[in-house]
C-alpha cells in the first residue's frame, strides 16, 4: 500500500502514513468520517437544500475515497472493514438523499422515471457486487475455524437476495449464517444432521460454532438489542462446568455508545441464551426482552396443525408498534416460522 494516502477534510489533507498500522489508521479513519456523517445526515432538514446538498457532496466525496482506499488496502480484513463504510454511506443516501442523487444525475432531458431506474440498477449491481465480496470474506474465515471439525468443508453464498452464507459438509447444508443491510452477521444456526448432534440452544452449539465463527469474524450483531460484540474488544465465555451469567461488553448502534449483555448458561451449563442487562419490555408485550433471547418457545394456536404444541428457539424478536412478531426455529423439517406473541408461549 502507498505510504500516502489522502484523507477526507475531516483530518489533515496532508497526512503521512507509516507502513504496519498504517491499514488500520485509514480504517479507523473512515469509521470516524462515517460517525460524523450518520449523526449530520439525520440531522438535515428536509427545507434547508443548500446545507443538504453539502452533506450529500461529502458523503459522495467520502464514497469516492473508500474506493481508492479499497484499491490500496492489501489485508483482507480491512478491504472488507473499508467496503462495509462504503456501503453504510450509500445507505446515508439512500434513507436522506433521494432527491439530492437524482438531482445528481447526468443528462437534463432524460425522463425522471427513466433516469431513477438507470439509477437503481447500477447502484444495485454495484450493491451486489460489495456484498459479494463481504460474503466471500466471512464465508473462507468461517470455514478455516471449523474445518477441524468436519470433512470436506465448502460454502455457497447468496449476495442478490438473503444476503446467505450457506456451509456445507460433504455437499450437506449444515450452517445457515445471516448479514444484515450493514454487513454485519447477526444469524449463526444449525440445519439438518448438525441441528439434531448441536440445537442452537445447547452449550455444545454455543462453544463449536456460535463462538468461533464469532471470534473468526470478528463480530456478532444481535439483532434483538441493536448491539455489537466486537471480539477485539470483548472477550466471549467458554461454557463453564457450572450455571452462570457472564457480561459481555458490547455498542449499542442506536446510541452509539458502550453497553452491556448477558450470556446465561442454564442446566449444569447445557443450555444457553442471551439476555439484555435491563428488563426491557416491548410495547404491549406479556414477556420481558430478556426473557426472548435464544428461549424455547411452544406454539399454542391450535389452528396451526403442523407445529401445534411443538417447541422451538427464539432466532429472532421483530418489534412493531402495535406488538411483537417471533421468529421460531422448529427444526425437523419445519424450519423458521414466524409467529405473533398470542401464537407461543415460552417454556423456558
Known sequence: MSNNIKLSKYDMEETVLDEGSAEDMVVNHYLFVLRELREKSSGCKKDDNEYRKIIYDEIKKVIEETDIAHKQLKEKENKVNILKVKNSLNQLIKKYFQKESLEGQNGENIDQISKMACNELKSDIHDILLIKEVLEFYAEKICDSIK??????SSKIFPESSKEIIILENEEEILSIMVNDQLNVYSIIPLNKLYKTCPLFSSVFYQRYWKTIAESIGHIYIDNLASIIKVDLSTLPDVPKIDGTYDVEVFDVNEETKNGINIDFKNNGSIWKISAPKNTR?????YLEKDYM????RCIDSSLKSIYNRTGVVVQVIPLEDGIEIDVDFGRGIDVVRLTEKQIELVQ
Open 294 to 297: 435464544n428461549s424455547i418457545a
Open 148 to 153: 477441524d471439525k468436519h470433512n470436506n468443508i
Open 282 to 286: 416491548y410495547a404491549s408485550s406479556k
